[in-house]
């Protein structure tokens, strides 16, 4: 079992910046694939980016490529998303996601989700 905890959010104006974090508790953590998603309002939940393991391998949605930057330190059961030059419509509701499956964008294969933390990037 892995219990997520997203902080970080907040208002930014556009071209601004946030770092997310999200804290999992389980003695595990490194065995888990880690995702970040994003659900604006009236949207469907969708892949932002995801980071293997043992941090060797991301992958982003290309939305965010160039813009965020994953990472994670597993000593302190940790994973971090650093988003600059934030645009509105990166508005959105912000998960954290631990999935034990392959490494992929899909979350059906995340099998556990933070509560989220909300980002609102103002024009």
């Known amino acids: 079992q892995v219990q997520l905890v997203e902080s970080g959010g907040g208002l930014v104006q556009a071209g601004g910046s946030l770092r997310l974090s999200c804290a999992a508790s389980?003695?595990?953590?490194?065995?888990?694939?880690m995702g970040w998603f994003r659900q604006a309002p009236g949207r469907e939940r969708e892949f932002a980016t995801a980071?293997?393991?043992?941090?060797?391998?991301?992958d982003y949605a290309d939305s965010v490529k160039g813009r965020f930057t994953i990472s994670r330190d597993n000593a302190k059961n940790m994973v971090y998303l650093q988003m600059n030059s934030l645009k509105p419509e990166d508005t959105a509701v912000y998960y954290c996601?631990?999935?034990?499956?392959?490494?992929?964008?899909?979350?059906?294969?995340?099998?556990?989700w933070g509560q989220g933390t909300q980002v609102t990037v103002s024009s």
């Open positions: 980071i293997s393991r043992t941090g060797g391998s991301t």
């Open positions: 996601a631990a999935g034990s499956a392959s490494f992929t964008r899909n979350a059906n294969w995340y099998n556990y």
């Open positions: 389980g003695r595990t953590f490194s065995s888990y694939i």
